[in-house]
């Protein structure tokens, strides 16, 4: 959601804080802001609402007209708005008693008693942030005669919630006081130079040296290094590690948008999942970590969790495990997972789907299921190696997507969906589910996804010719069956969140049972229709709502049979593809299919109004 970035350097910091937010800007945001310590040993500020352009201009222009924003230890963030509208007074940093500036992602679920509190004590608050109670708070701290760091520690143990923190001190200019509870914070380690971030993306050109903290953890940063507190209050050691991403990683690459380019990174993403992982025609289950086989060997069901995409992707897969392998699986939206009291029950596989590894409710599941069950095993299925999800599941197998930058969720989706198909073969191996020659075929489709992956990105101008006769629609049906349907509900969620055309995914099946009410001209109905024993229904259903008007749009396998027509139009995606590759590939049509309405909208296709890519707060 939220971002922040934080630097104690040798240097100015400011060129580095507005980059580290640039980089950061796929979050989702709605106003900016940084504070400085500056060289006159003041605290100094600026916010903008709006891109982070709007205040880099801002900035530039007041460095132009003097250097109060010249300073060696700064901080800084992109806001999205829970408490306060979007709006300069509400956005990040927080300023107190002209000593304390803080930034703040998450929720603070006690600010109102808080707030109360300081405003009884004399406290003038200028924002409807909760995050303004921490500035307050932590600045009554100090004038009660604490210290920096006791005065950080006890604010921090007033505060209930999630939060990451990074906070700068008037009386502290050579700390850097950062806290992550419940929401991800990384620190950069430079030569001479320590930095902060909400994600390590916003520090890659300044170091490939990363700390990760984990939860619960305070560290007061300065020049020469860290200190870590853990969750309990003692003393901890928090290792180094190298980063294998590239500063490079978050340029659009010649590409439009960045959604663009991520769609038609797929089939290399897709090839370097399946790498390693595959030999002599089977899975190697090795692949999902130390003592996996043993896991696999016993696993009885499966309890899918997920949000968003990330769910849909699980809905593919429970197609694919009962029908492949006759093994009961689940699938739950996250939010509803960890709030329903589920019974959980031995004998279950309970994973953990998530492209950032940071999703609150995601995360929020794992730790109920942890907390409630502790000897039921989870697997994290992620593209974040570093994430608090992979750290803290028993088995991880990680999506090798690299880095995705747009809202809108591609490479992600489709590279869970290799994932799961590996793990449904390593426990139809593991379980003799699987014959030797069932083994292999599943396998030799899998190889094959890449290079139809690739075929299946050659339709994007019969593809813009169809978004053409969409953009001036105000709702859109999809419909799919069996595996379809999920594949239909992602096809009407890409063509929602970054074209804001309301759209909605059905079973075909289930037209009679209301849907059908809403057919009429105006109404066109994207239809996916691959070569299975589902077809001829299909066919019925597309009958049902062509009888009534409806201007169908079918993506088909070519061999499907269906001819185009007046208000008919087909556009043959690929052929012979079997029950696992088809939902991958029918896919990448659809994902094209939502960015040309959108491009041709006008919208903004990588950042969509009112959403943000990691969803780090409930």
């Not at 201009?57 to 700064?74: K, V, W, Y």
């Not at 691959?530 to 259903?541: E, G, V």
Request: hydrophobic content about 45%; glycine content about 8%.
């Amino acid at each position: 959601m939220c971002g922040i970035v934080a630097a104690i350097a040798q240097r100015p910091v400011w060129p580095i804080l507005l980059e580290g937010l640039r980089r950061l800007e796929y979050r989702g945001y709605d106003s900016a802001g940084l504070a400085v310590l500056n060289a006159s040993g003041q605290i100094a500020s600026s916010r903008a609402v709006g891109k982070v352009q709007m205040l880099a201009e801002q900035i530039i222009a007041t460095n132009q007209q003097s250097p109060d924003l010249q300073g060696f230890l700064g901080i800084a963030h992109t806001r999205w708005a829970t408490h306060g509208v979007p709006a300069e007074r509400n956005a990040h940093p927080h300023i107190a008693g002209s000593r304390v500036a803080v930034v703040h992602n998450g929720i603070i679920e006690n600010h109102a008693s808080l707030r109360t509190e300081l405003q009884q004590a004399g406290r003038l608050f200028s924002s409807d942030t909760d995050t303004e109670v921490i500035a307050h708070l932590l600045d009554q701290n100090l004038a009660a005669g604490l210290s920096p760091e006791q005065a950080f520690h006890k604010t921090l143990d007033r505060l209930q919630g999630a939060f990451a923190l990074a906070i700068l001190v008037k009386d502290a200019p050579n700390q850097l006081f950062v806290a992550r509870q419940g929401s991800p914070l990384v620190i950069g380690v430079g030569l001479g130079e320590l930095f902060a971030a909400s994600d390590a993306l916003a520090l890659l050109p300044v170091t490939q040296r990363f700390v990760y903290l984990a939860e619960g953890d305070r560290a007061v940063l300065t020049r020469e290094g860290f200190t870590v507190v853990d969750v309990r209050g003692q003393a901890a050691s928090r290792s180094i590690v190298e980063s294998t991403q590239r500063a490079d990683s978050a340029d659009r690459g010649g590409y439009k948008h960045f959604m663009l380019k991520e769609i038609h990174e797929q089939p290399r993403a897709i090839a370097d999942t399946l790498e390693g992982r595959l030999s002599g025609g089977r899975v190697l289950p090795a692949a999902f970590g130390v003592g996996a086989e043993a896991v696999l060997r016993d696993v009885e069901r499966l309890q899918i969790v997920a949000c968003g995409t990330s769910y849909h992707a699980g809905m593919v897969a429970r197609y694919w495990f009962e029908d492949v392998l006759g093994m009961p699986a689940n699938v739950e939206v996250s939010s509803e997972f960890h709030y329903r009291n589920p019974v959980l029950e031995a004998g279950t596989l309970t994973v953990m789907l998530s492209q950032s590894g940071e999703t609150a409710d995601t995360l929020a599941a794992l730790r109920m299921v942890r907390q409630r069950m502790p000897s039921m095993p989870i697997l994290a299925i992620c593209n974040a190696p570093e994430s608090s999800l992979v750290r803290e599941a028993d088995l991880v197998l990680m999506t090798h997507a690299g880095p995705e930058i747009s809202v809108a969720s591609t490479k992600a989706f489709s590279t869970q969906l290799v994932s799961l198909a590996l793990l449904l073969l390593s426990i139809g191996r593991l379980q003799s589910r699987l014959s030797e020659e069932e083994e292999r075929r599943i396998v030799a489709g899998l190889e094959k996804i890449p290079q139809l992956a690739q075929n299946a990105l050659t339709h994007d101008a019969e593809i813009l010719a169809l978004a053409e006769r969409l953009v001036d629609k105000q709702h859109a049906l999809f419909l799919g069956r069996g595996a379809m349907y999920p594949i239909a509900l992602e096809g009407a969620l890409k063509l929602k969140e970054i074209s804001y055309i309301h759209a909605e995914g059905y079973p075909a099946g289930e037209l009679k049972h209301g849907p059908l009410a809403l057919i009429d001209d105006n109404m066109p109905v994207i239809t996916i229709a691959p070569q299975n024993d589902l077809l001829d229904k299909l066919k019925s259903n597309m009958s049902e709502v062509a009888a009534r008007g409806a201007e169908l749009f079918v993506f088909a396998d070519e061999r499907a049979g269906i001819e185009p027509e007046p208000r008919l139009h087909v556009l043959p995606v690929t052929s012979h593809v079997g029950r696992i590759s088809a939902p991958i590939i029918f896919n990448i049509p659809l994902q094209l299919l939502a960015y040309h309405v959108a491009v041709l909208k006008g919208t903004d296709v990588d950042q969509p109004r009112n959403l943000a890519k990691s969803v780090t707060v409930e």
